[in-house]
């Protein structure tokens, strides 16, 4: 069974910072790219960053440009995501998720992912 667990979620004030961690079990991540996703109540899930499976190729939405950094370490099957100077506006539960290709996609889709996370809560707020 393919699984991945997202942990590192919490309340946190504007400006702070939060990192969550990817767990994966049931593969191995040497092959597969992996994506953050984000769902804000009342809102669309959205694609945020993506890393590829080696490590060498990062993607990101502009609105987490130089604020969110993704980072992977095959051999311990752990994703993590870095999010710094966080913003009301990033409240949202995270998620991430395992797609069976080396390469992100080009556009961060659902539909381009197969494995999904149960997500984890952040919420930004003073």
């Known amino acids: 069974q393919l699984q991945l667990v997202e942990s590192g979620g919490g309340l946190v004030q504007p400006g702070g910072s939060v990192r969550l961690s990817c767990a994966a079990s049931?593969?191995?991540?040497?092959?597969?790219?992996i994506g953050w996703f984000r769902q804000a109540p009342g809102k669309e899930r959205e694609g945020v960053v993506c890393?590829?499976?080696?490590?060498?190729?990062?993607t990101h939405v502009d609105s987490v440009k130089g604020r969110f950094t993704i980072s992977r370490d095959n051999a311990k099957k752990v994703v993590d995501l870095q999010m710094n100077n966080l913003k009301p506006e990033d409240t949202a539960i995270y998620y991430c998720?395992?797609?069976?290709?080396?390469?992100?996609?080009?556009?961060?889709?659902?539909?381009?992912?197969?494995?999904w996370g149960q997500g984890t809560q952040v919420t930004v707020s003073s």
């Open positions: 049931g593969f191995t991540l040497d092959y597969f790219a």
């Open positions: 890393i590829s499976s080696s490590g060498g190729q990062t």
């Open positions: 998720a395992a797609r069976g290709f080396d390469d992100c996609p080009l556009e961060l889709r659902e539909a381009y992912f197969g494995a």
